[in-house]
T-cell receptor, first 115, second 114 residues
């Protein structure tokens, strides 16, 4: 099975712009979670989508949003970028239901730099 | 919300020694307890996990033990090798709600010297 893929891998944006990141989960996985990784704050949960519905949300401002499509692919959007949004954005996929529902597998991440 | 703490934050051992990393959590509804390994510049990788109905699980040189009463679980690595050098994260599942959200600890940097 192919692993979790994320595009783009690297992105440089200017403060005030918006950005959209994409994640394709492992085939058969219906849950996609997004995490932000920074040296200061570590790995922080953003949100989780399951069957096109947001099932969980972390403590991030409304500038961070996401969605999931019927094929389980997910996108996250950050509007009005701030310098502090510079981070590695990781998505993780899991079955989302059933015995192995919780096992999450990470993509390679998108490195976002805001200047 | 869930409060997750890992100790120690850094750990240096000699090749062949054992390493133990402890994770404490606050949400008594948490019921899934994984450990992730992240090598420099790479994605986090699930190395072992345990569910709340089990006290210990082993996989070759690594093991995880869970104490639900005390709300902590630990990663044990025996016969450490240089390739075990990485950052290790505990990530108990956020309890009390449907979903698979993981709340990560700050990480433990393990250095194994030969």
């Amino acid at each position: 099975k192919a692993g979790v893929t994320q595009t783009p891998r690297y992105l440089i944006k200017t403060r005030g712009q918006q950005v959209t990141l994409s994640c394709s989960p492992i085939s058969g996985h219906r849950s996609v979670s997004w995490y932000q990784q920074t040296p200061g704050q570590g790995l922080q949960f953003l949100f989780e989508y399951f069957s096109e519905t947001q099932r969980n949300k972390g403590n991030f401002p409304g500038r961070f949003s996401g969605r999931q499509f019927s094929n389980s692919r997910s996108e996250m959007n950050v509007s009005t970028l701030e310098l502090g949004d510079s981070a590695l954005y990781l998505c993780a996929s899991s079955l989302g239901a059933g015995g192995d529902a919780y096992e999450q597998y990470f993509g390679p991440g998108t490195r976002l730099t805001v200047t | 919300g869930e409060n997750v703490e890992q100790h120690p934050s850094t750990l240096s051992v000699q090749e062949g020694d054992s390493a133990v990393i402890k994770c404490t959590y606050s949400d008594s509804a948490s019921n899934y307890f994984p450990w992730y390994k992240q090598e420099l510049g790479k994605r986090p990788q699930l190395i072992i996990d345990i569910r709340s109905n089990v006290g210990e699980k082993k996989d070759q040189r690594i093991a995880v033990t869970l104490n639900k009463t005390a709300k902590h679980f630990s990663l044990h690595i025996t016969e450490t090798q240089p390739e075990d050098s990485a950052v290790y994260f505990c990530a108990p599942r956020k309890g009390g709600q449907a979903g698979t959200a993981l709340i990560f600890g700050k990480g433990t940097t393990l250095s194994v010297s030969s």
